[in-house]
């Protein structure tokens, strides 16, 4: 009875870490539960229900690595920069359509759409800028 409940209690933690945000700490608490309730097995009384530290191990590490896998695939797309939305714009080149003066605005395209801007300095049509802000709908560029 008790052998069956370790077994439970490892899905219970690795289904419940699809759907609740623990930072890994389920799947942490599956592996070991795993690793625990396994070594039950090994010394079960009962000739059918023993189980080889050579299929345990290969399963418990096969999991750990499965789980470690995963956490560097979130880790490193927490990492990498924007590439939509009004973050992705920053840095973006692109082209003066229309000359920009000071104070002023004008038309730049980047990122293949075209866009009102203003500069603090002047910029000639046809000019490289690099976006460096953008409020609601008007981008902030620089010259490149």
Known sequence: MLDSSWSCADLIFLILEIKVTSYGLLTVGGVVSLAFGSMMLMD???PELRVSLSVVLPVV??????GIFLARLGIAAQRRQPVTGADGMIGEIGEALTSIEPGGSGR????????RAKSSEPIAAGARVRVTGIEGLMLTVEKE
Not at 61 to 66: D, E, F, S, T
């Open 44 to 46: 079960s009384s009962s």
């Open 61 to 66: 590490v096969g999991l750990a690595g499965i």
């Open 108 to 115: 730049v395209t980047t990122h293949g759409e075209i866009w």
